[in-house]
C-alpha cells in the first residue's frame, strides 16, 4: 500500500480534515510531532492577523492507539480558531440551506474567483475562495509530519529556505545542512544567508505600506534520499515529474525548478552536469556538483534533492487597486478588499517541504513496501546494502 491522502474542508469552516492512508504499522506518532510541524507554516514576516489567533490544536481522530500507528487510514482534525472566535463565520458558512446577505461579486484578478464561479455556476466568489484559500494547506502539513516521520527512520531530513522575497535575492551561496534548520526557523523570513534577513523584512514593510503583496523563491531540500525512487520508464513514475506536480499544487505556485533546471539551459553540456566519483571511504558513488539536483533520468540519486519553488504575489490586497468587473453589473470596479497577508513565502516554504517528504515518502513505501515500520526499514536497508554496483 502506497501513501495517498485527502483533505476537506474550507477556511473559515468549523475545522479542516486529512486523512492520510498507508503509513506501515508501528511507527511511533504524537499529536505533539504534527503540531509543531504546523506551528513552523505559521512562521513568517508579513502574514496577515489570522495567523497571531490560529492555534492549529489537532485532534487524531483515527489510525493511531497508544502513541503507535495502526497501519489504518489516520484521521486528523484541525479546527479553524476563527471558527470558535465568535459567531461570525457560523451562518455565513453554515451547512443549512440558505443564502448570504453579502455576496462577494468583485473577482480577485489572479486569483481561482472569476474562473471557479464560472467552472461551478457560482454567484458568490465566497464559494470558490473558501476552498482555493490557501487555508488548506494546514492540512497538508499535518499529512506531510507523518510523511516527515516516516521519512527520519530511513535517515531523510527535508527542509527548506527562503531565497528570494520580492526582488531581493539571497547572496551566499552556501547551502544549508539539516542542522541549520533551527537557524532558519529563528529567521523572521526563513532565510539562511541573514546578511539579506532585513532587506527582505525592509522590502516587505515597505509593499505593507503601500497595501500590497510580494512574492518570492523557496528552495527545498532532502538529505538522505534512497537511491532509486522513482523510475525511467514511464511518464508518470518520474520523480522529478511528481515532485514537479506536487510542488506546483501549492496555491499561488507559479513555478517549480529541479536542481539549476533554467540556469543550466543556458551552458554548454559540457559544464552543465554532475561529474561522476568513487567515495573509497562510504564504498559509494558521488556527484562532485549539485546541477542535477539530485536526479537522473526521474530517479533519485542519493544526492541531496533540490526542488525549487516561485510563488507569484498574493492575489488578495490590502489596499485593492487590481482593475476588475462586478459580476452582475459587469461595470468596471476593483477587486474585493478582505484581510490577508502581505507575503506568505516563509510559509509556502514549509508547505513545499511537505509536497516533497508526501512524495518521497509515497515512492519510499512503492520501493521498499512492508507492512510494518520494522519490515519497511528492514527492506530499504537490504536494498542499500546490496546495491549491485
Ligand atoms: C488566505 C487568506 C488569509 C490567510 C489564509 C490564507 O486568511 P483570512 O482571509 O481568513 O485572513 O490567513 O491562511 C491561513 C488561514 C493559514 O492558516 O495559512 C488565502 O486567501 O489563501
New binding site residues.
Given amino acids: 500500500m502506497v501513501l495517498r491522502y485527502l483533505t476537506a474542508g474550507e477556511?473559515?469552516g468549523r475545522a479542516l480534515t486529512v486523512i492520510v492512508e498507508g503509513l506501515p504499522a508501528g511507527m511511533p506518532v504524537l499529536a505533539s510531532d504534527i503540531e509543531s510541524e504546523m506551528a513552523r507554516?505559521r512562521l513568517g514576516y508579513g502574514?496577515?492577523p489570522?495567523?497571531r489567533f490560529?492555534q492549529d490544536v489537532i485532534t487524531l481522530v483515527g489510525g493511531v492507539r497508544h502513541g503507535r500507528t495502526l497501519g489504518s487510514p489516520i484521521s486528523i482534525e484541525i479546527q479553524n480558531s476563527?471558527w470558535f472566535r465568535s459567531d461570525k463565520w457560523h451562518a455565513e458558512m453554515s451547512p443549512e440551506p440558505g443564502a448570504t446577505e453579502s455576496p462577494l461579486t468583485q473577482p480577485r484578478p489572479g486569483h481561482a474567483d472569476l474562473t471557479g464561479m464560472q467552472k461551478y455556476g457560482f454567484s458568490d466568489a465566497r464559494d470558490v475562495?473558501e476552498r482555493a484559500?490557501?487555508?488548506e494547506?494546514?492540512a497538508r502539513v499535518a499529512a506531510g509530519a507523518l510523511a516527515k516521520l516516516l521519512l527520519s527512520h530511513l535517515g531523510v531530513s527535508v527542509f527548506s529556505h527562503v531565497i528570494q522575497i520580492g526582488a531581493v535575492r539571497a547572496t551566499g551561496a552556501t547551502v544549508p545542512r539539516p542542522e541549520d534548520l533551527p537557524a532558519i526557523d529563528a529567521s523572521e523570513v526563513r532565510c539562511f544567508h541573514t546578511d539579506t534577513e532585513a532587506q527582505m523584512i525592509a522590502h516587505i514593510e515597505d509593499a505593507a505600506r503601500d497595501g500590497d503583496s510580494l512574492g518570492g523563491i523557496v528552495e527545498v531540500l532532502a538529505y538522505g534520499v534512497p537511491i532509486g525512487l522513482g523510475s525511467y520508464v514511464h511518464w508518470d513514475r518520474k520523480i522529478d515529474a511528481l515532485l514537479a506536480q506536487s510542488v506546483m499544487s501549492i496555491?499561488a505556485v507559479k513555478g517549480v525548478e529541479i536542481g539549476d533546471g533554467f540556469q543550466v539551459a543556458g551552458v554548454r553540456g559540457s559544464l552543465a552536469h554532475d561529474a561522476i566519483s568513487w567515495d573509497e571511504t562510504g564504498k559509494t558513488y558521488r556527484r562532485e556538483t549539485m546541477k542535477a539536483g539530485g536526479t537522473e533520468g526521474g530517479m533519485t540519486t542519493g544526492e541531496p534533492l533540490v526542488v525549487r519553488a516561485a510563488m507569484k504575489p498574493l492575489a488578495?490586497l490590502n489596499r485593492p487597486t487590481l482593475k476588475t468587473v462586478d459580476t452582475i453589473t459587469k461595470q468596471e470596479t476593483v477587486s474585493f478588499k478582505?484581510?490577508?497577508?502581505v507575503t506568505a513565502v516563509p510559509?509556502m516554504g514549509v508547505v513545499a517541504e511537505t509536497m516533497v517528504a508526501l512524495v518521497l515518502a509515497t515512492e519510499a513505501q512503492r520501493k521498499f513496501g512492508g507492512d510494518s515500520l520494522a519490515e519497511f526499514v528492514r527492506n530499504a536497508r537490504a536494498f542499500s546494502d546490496n546495491l549491485a554496483l
Fill in positions: 477556511s473559515h507554516r502574514r496577515g489570522r495567523q490560529e476563527e475562495l484559500s490557501a487555508r494547506t494546514a496555491q488578495t478582505e484581510r490577508t497577508d510559509a
